[in-house]
């Protein structure tokens, strides 16, 4: 009677499991499909879709939380969100778990993804490296840590440039402000002599006015006067002298 109980119990326990690990599964196909179908559209990004995949997958790992595989899709469907942060720390997490080379490189080839996106090179570089070492021949990541490492060039020589360019703006600052400065003096100067001539221009009038004798309305008014009588005068000379010369010649007519 006892042995018959507890096989029943047995039994009960195990449909319990089974039905959790069905609904656990059904849970992750779930997500399976909505990831799948939002990664077959090429032409955008859906990260609705993938939010419900992840919502899926999360539930899935509520019973199971220490499946490497389903915190793998996991951490796939954080990625596509674009919520990089939390995806590198999935990635990371199942790195440090996985005992499989091949798990663990994928893991921390995603890593290495994740913080590229993030602009974390040197982080990605270690990330890719420490995947080649598990396995030596994956293409893409010996492609994304040749990707990595030229762009860590390229910020490199960009940050060693900076201070040369702007040494030379500040060189080019210097030049066109002493430029300004040497045309203001300039404009200053021209400036100067020309008040300096105009001042000269002004003091020779005033000497010439003190030179020249200053003429009232009056005094001008009579010396008009009198060279009008002067001029008089003599024309009246030479009508005299005219005529005098006239009577002359015809005196000597009647002779």
């Known amino acids: 009677m006892k042995w ?5 119990f047995i039994a009960f326990m195990l449909s319990v499991l089974l039905l959790q690990a069905q609904n656990e599964r059904k849970f992750v196909r779930q997500g399976n499909k909505i990831y799948e179908q939002a990664l077959a559209d090429t032409t955008k990004i859906d990260t609705t ?12 790992l509520e019973k199971r939380p220490d499946d490497l595989k389903w915190n793998f899709n996991l951490g796939d469907a954080l990625y596509k969100q674009m919520n990089f942060e939390q995806a590198a720390g999935k990635f990371e997490e199942i790195a440090q778990k996985s005992t499989d080379k091949a798990d663990k490189a994928k893991a921390l080839h995603n890593l290495g993804n ?23 021949n994956d293409p893409e990541t010996k492609y994304n840590l040749a990707y990595a490492m030229n762009l860590k060039k390229k ?26 400065q040497k045309d203001q003096n300039k404009d200053n100067k021209d400036q100067n002599k020309n008040q300096n001539k105009d001042q000269q221009d ?15 309305k009056e005094n001008a008014e009579r010396l008009l006067q009198a060279l009008q009588n002067d001029e008089q005068k003599i024309q009246e ?14 005196t000597d007519k009647d002779w």
């Open 202 to 216: 002004q003091n020779k009038n005033q000497q010439q006015q003190q030179q020249q004798p200053k003429i009232s």
């Open 114 to 136: 994740s913080l590229l996106m993030q602009n974390k090179l040197d982080e990605s570089i270690e990330a890719y490296k420490n995947a080649l070492r598990q396995n030596p």
């Open 49 to 60: 879709a993938y939010s419900q995949a992840e919502v899926a997958y999360r539930k899935a």
């Open 155 to 180: 910020q490199d020589q960009q940050k060693k440039d900076q201070p040369q360019n702007q040494d030379q703006n500040k060189q080019d600052q210097n030049k066109d402000q002493n430029k300004d």
């Open 4 to 8: 018959s109980k507890y096989i029943l």
């Open 237 to 250: 000379k030479v009508k005299k002298a005219k005529a005098e010369r006239a009577q002359e010649r015809k």
